[in-house]
């Protein structure tokens, strides 16, 4: 099994930046795609960013494309996000996804491993 832990969620203002970060530990996979997800009460997980297994192509939710930075760190077994200009309409909770594929999009429906998610909230 593979476990993920997201961090770096917190309290932001519109227009700031945060980082956050997920470490995957256990019997990792030599080639998986890695993603994040958002949710908020009421609405299904949706799609934010995804990153191939070798770093060299990168997929973007719409609504954060040139705001959101994906990137990973293998020797690190880590995926980060950077977010910045960040909007209140991006506060969710926002969870790290593996699946064991070659794939750079990664799909919610594919996901072999979530993390437990970390809260950003976004004030105006």
């Known amino acids: 099994q593979v476990q993920l832990v997201e961090s770096g969620g917190g309290l932001v203002q519109a227009g700031g930046s945060l980082r956050l970060s997920c470490v995957a530990s256990?019997?990792?996979?030599?080639?998986?795609?890695m993603g994040w997800f958002r949710q908020t009460p009421g609405k299904e997980r949706e799609f934010v960013a995804s990153?191939?297994?070798?770093?060299?192509?990168?997929y973007y939710a719409d609504s954060v494309k040139g705001r959101f930075t994906i990137s990973r760190d293998n020797a690190k077994n880590t995926m980060y996000l950077q977010m910045n200009s960040l909007k209140p309409e991006d506060t969710a909770v926002y969870y790290c996804?593996?699946?064991?594929?070659?794939?750079?999009?990664?799909?919610?429906?594919?996901?072999?491993?979530w993390g437990k998610g970390t809260l950003v909230t976004v004030s105006s």
């Open positions: 996804a593996v699946e064991n594929s070659e794939v750079a999009r990664v799909t919610a429906g594919r996901v072999d491993y």
């Open positions: 256990g019997r990792t996979f030599s080639r998986y795609a």
């Open positions: 990153i191939r297994w070798s770093g060299d192509s990168t």
